[in-house]
Structures are given as structure tokens and as C-alpha cells.
């Protein structure tokens, strides 16, 4: 997607090992989220940000954490991988409040925890 | 929090109208209905929002209801490239930085 890119795209990782996953956006967005996708489940929210070093949790953020160092960058890293992390995690960036100004996604990032 | 209720799955054929519905008799007077799409093996994709009139962009129109307790997104000429689950979605309350809330969607097929 145009603005916002996810790295890696696709990782498989052991249990207990850390792992940590970027969003890299080039719009100069203030507002940056992490989501996962699972089946039966849709898309919950993990933490997002709302500024550089300013960041919050989300709905399932137990097992993760994130950084937010500079405006472009927002990385989420799970401490400890277990295999109830194996999800698509999905990157998205908002202009201004999400309720106004609606989203971009990413392309998501495929994690395998084995 | 105002929730949104959608069919789960809808039917269509190619190049007809889709009108796909969304119930949210809980919405507040200030939150804007939200419209995304999620194609097979990609990130969800903006549609369209509104808050009270009907919006037209170039993907899709957004037809609100008088009382704003439902809404429907209309694709004026499916083609099979739309088949894709469609979600209807409202703020969290109070609005804010924690952004919106993705329910299950409605599966849209598109049949050749």
C-alpha cells in the first residue's frame, strides 16, 4: 500500500523466542496502530499510537509491546513468542482520529509461531 | 459502544448493484459511519465514510438513513475483482485515538 510498508512479510519463529515486527509510513501520520487477524475473531486491536513516544494498549496486548522512537516508524515486538501468537498482524496509520479520518492498512505481516 | 449489525454473507452477480446493509440503532449524533473492505490475502482497503447525507466516491456510494440507524453501501456495477468481505463500522465511544472496531463483516460473492 502506498505510504505504509510491514516488515517482514512472512516469519516463522520458535517458542519463547522475541520477535519483533515494523510499520514504516513516508505520510508524516501522527496516528499509527497494530491489529492482528485471526478466523472467527476479525480485527482487534493490540496498542496504537498517538504521537512519538506517546502509545497505548488496545483490546489484546497482553504478550506484546511497542516503540515508537520516530515519527515514521512504529514496532511491535512480542517478548516471548507462544503459539497463540501465530496470527496476521496488520499495520494501519490515520491522518488525524481514526473517527474522522478513517484508516490505511498495511499488507499485514504472516507469523508462525512453531 | 455503538455496534453495527451486517448479514454475514450476500450474494451478487457481476455487473448488477450490490446494496449491502448495516444496522447501528445505537450511534451517537457525531459518529461517522465508516465503510472498509478486506480482499482475500490483503490488508483492509477504505471505502467510504459519512456522517448524515449520502457520499459519493469513485468505488461506492453510502446511503444514510434519516434517523442515521442504518446505512447502505452501494456498489452501482459489481465486477468480480469486489468480491471481498465489507465492514461496517462505528467509532468507539467518545471517539478518540483508539480508533474503530472491526466486527466479522459481510461476505460479498460475486458470481460471474
Known amino acids: 500500500d502506498a505510504g505504509i510498508t510491514q516488515s517482514p512479510r512472512h516469519k516463522v519463529t520458535e517458542t519463547g523466542t522475541p520477535v519483533t515486527l515494523r510499520c514504516h509510513q513516508t505520510?508524516?501520520?501522527?496516528?499509527m496502530y497494530w491489529y492482528r487477524q485471526d478466523p472467527g475473531h476479525g480485527l482487534r486491536l493490540i496498542h496504537y499510537s498517538y504521537g512519538v513516544k506517546d502509545t497505548d494498549k488496545g483490546e489484546v496486548s497482553d504478550g506484546y509491546s511497542v516503540s515508537r522512537s520516530k515519527t515514521e516508524d512504529f514496532l511491535l515486538t512480542l517478548e516471548s513468542a507462544t503459539s497463540s501468537q501465530t496470527s496476521v498482524y496488520f499495520c494501519a496509520i490515520s491522518e488525524g482520529q481514526p473517527s474522522n479520518y478513517g484508516y490505511t492498512f498495511g499488507s499485514g505481516t504472516r507469523l508462525t509461531v512453531v | 459502544d455503538a455496534k453495527t449489525t451486517q448479514p454475514n454473507s450476500m450474494e451478487s452477480n457481476e455487473e448488477e448493484p450490490v446494496h449491502l446493509p448495516c444496522n447501528h440503532s445505537t450511534i451517537s449524533g457525531t459518529d461517522y459511519i465508516h465503510w472498509y473492505r478486506q480482499l482475500p490475502s490483503q490488508g483492509p482497503e477504505y471505502v467510504i465514510h459519512g456522517l448524515t447525507s449520502n457520499v459519493n466516491n469513485r468505488m461506492a456510494s453510502l446511503a444514510i438513513a434519516e434517523d442515521r440507524k442504518s446505512s447502505t453501501l452501494i456498489l452501482h456495477r459489481a465486477t468480480l475483482r469486489d468480491a471481498a468481505v465489507y465492514y461496517c463500522?462505528?467509532?468507539?465511544?467518545?471517539?478518540?485515538?483508539?480508533?474503530?472496531?472491526f466486527g466479522k463483516g459481510t461476505h460479498l460473492i460475486i458470481q460471474p
Open positions: 505520510e508524516n501520520h501522527r496516528y
Open positions: 463500522i462505528l467509532p468507539l465511544a467518545g471517539g478518540g485515538a483508539d480508533g474503530l472496531t
